[in-house]
């Protein structure tokens, strides 16, 4: 059997006035989707534990077959196991973002404007946070000693505190969740370190507003990374390998740190596309061409999709269903032709067969443009695949669906085994 699994990271979304209440997923034109959910099954799955945030980390992790509550330690040590750091049980490690906040003087200022600053290329970047590092050894001394940093893709970084100080109790925010918010109310707090991490955020603001990086950039029109914002911390995790569990071999495409950190950490291989971005102008069309082309090496092959969630997180859902039909047009197109090469084994038992999992790892809501813990929409086609009941692929038709995956991380034996074990509807209680 062939697996593929296509995540439109979140895709999933609550009614929007300016689509005269639909949903981007309503109002957007895809007939591959729909032509699978008339012939597969459509249900619903709660990826984040009670205990958790709605965010990629915990949700892809659940999607993926593995419980966040056994196994998640932190978003950055995710991110770190993509950059292949290596790193001690007592490193403490953390995501750095390079944001936009609104500048002294203005309407905006105080508040968090972009939680990316505004797209920054990688090599803008890599050249602030290096200087940024220089900076603070200067004004800091001792709150920089024993960190370093790595840089990850566009403004996403990783900062590893080796010097054995010990951050639990402190509680950080991340930034994309605080849109248009006073953002001195959310810099780290508790614990005995937050003041530390606090001093370098705030440090960071000197020497960025006046970078030459950033002149150049508001020269252009462009946002600039006014700000160092610091979060997502924890240490290692350590996770039993996909196919270990699972008994067969996976990879991952995706052009973000986080779900090659997941990757990385349950043994699949990571496939590098040229073209993928995290936006709207990424290479659609490459990454479905090389989803095909990894499905006759592997078993099982995660196609992730970024621009999704980045243009929710933007408010603009004009550009978020353009992504969701580029998605429909140039990977689920090419992707399901591929996949039905492999026959179908209820017609000729001698085929290997083929599913598919189509799936947002969480909501991102364009209205608010913060993640949302509502259980997401699902789709499972292929072989063996039947319903009695069509429907849409949407989130109230999943919502309204009985099939309804009360533990997100028990949706993957589902998708491989038909659902026959570890599967409990939502609202039972496990009993020993």
């Keep these: 059997m062939k697996?593929?699994?296509?995540?439109?990271?979140?895709?999933?979304?609550?009614?929007?006035?300016s689509l005269d209440g639909k949903t981007p997923f309503e109002a957007a034109h895809m007939p591959v989707l729909a032509e699978l959910a008339r012939a597969g099954r459509v249900g619903c799955a709660a990826t984040t534990p009670q205990r958790f945030e709605a965010g990629s980390d915990v949700c892809s992790m659940s999607l993926l077959g593995y419980?966040?509550?056994?196994?998640?330690?932190?978003?950055a040590p995710i991110e770190a196991a993509a950059l292949g750091l290596n790193l001690?049980?007592?490193?403490?490690?953390?995501?750095?973002n390079l944001v936009t906040t609104g500048e002294p003087g203005s309407?905006?200022?105080g508040l968090m404007l972009d939680h990316s600053a505004g797209a920054i290329s990688d090599a803008e970047a890599r050249t602030l946070v290096a200087d940024l590092m220089e900076h603070w050894r200067r004004v800091v001394p001792l709150d920089v000693e024993g960190l370093s940093q790595t840089p990850g893709v566009s403004y996403r970084n990783i900062l590893v505190?080796?010097?054995g100080r010990n951050y639990k109790g402190v509680e950080t925010t991340p930034p994309h969740e605080i849109p248009r918010l006073p953002w001195a109310k959310h810099v780290p707090r508790g614990g005995s370190e937050s003041g530390r991490l606090s001093r370098l955020m705030s440090e960071s603001i000197d020497l960025l507003s006046t970078h030459r990086v950033n002149m150049a950039r508001r020269e252009k029109g462009q946002r600039p990374a006014?700000?160092?914002?610091?979060?997502?911390?924890g240490t290692a995790p350590s996770l039993p390998s996909f196919e270990s569990r699972f008994g067969i071999r996976g990879a991952m495409i995706t052009s973000v740190d986080?779900?090659?950190?997941?990757?990385?950490?349950?043994?699949?291989?990571?496939?590098?596309?040229?073209?993928?971005t995290s936006y709207h102008d990424t290479d659609y069309a490459a990454q479905g061409k090389a989803t095909c082309e990894a499905l006759d090496r592997y078993d099982v092959v995660c196609c992730h999709v970024e621009s999704p969630d980045e243009l929710s997180h933007q408010g603009d859902w004009q550009s978020k269903i353009a992504a969701l039909e580029a998605i429909d047009e140039h990977i689920m197109r090419p992707l399901v032709e591929h996949l039905r090469t492999f026959g179908d084994p209820d017609i000729d038992p001698s085929a290997p067969g083929w599913r598919l999992l189509y799936m947002p790892d969480h909501y991102t809501l364009v209205s608010t443009r913060k993640h949302d813990a509502t259980p997401?929409?699902?789709?499972?086609?292929?072989?063996?695949?039947?319903?009695?009941?069509s429907r849409p692929f949407t989130e109230s038709a999943a919502l309204s669906s009985d099939l309804r995956i009360e533990n997100g991380h028990d949706l993957m034996e589902y998708f491989l085994h038909g659902g026959l074990a570890r599967v409990r509807p939502i609202g039972t209680r496990t009993t020993s």
């Design 3 to 17: 697996y593929a699994i296509v995540i439109p990271d979140g895709g999933a979304d609550l009614p929007i006035d």
């Design 67 to 75: 419980d966040p509550d056994r196994y998640h330690t932190g978003r």
């Design 88 to 96: 001690d049980q007592k490193d403490w490690i953390f995501r750095l």
């Design 107 to 109: 309407g905006d200022a």
């Design 161 to 163: 505190d080796h010097a």
């Design 226 to 233: 006014s700000m160092a914002w610091i979060w997502g911390q």
């Design 258 to 276: 986080l779900l090659a950190g997941i990757a990385a950490l349950i043994g699949w291989d990571r496939l590098h596309v040229p073209g993928l």
């Design 376 to 389: 997401v929409p699902f789709l499972v086609a292929g072989a063996y695949v039947k319903s009695a009941v």
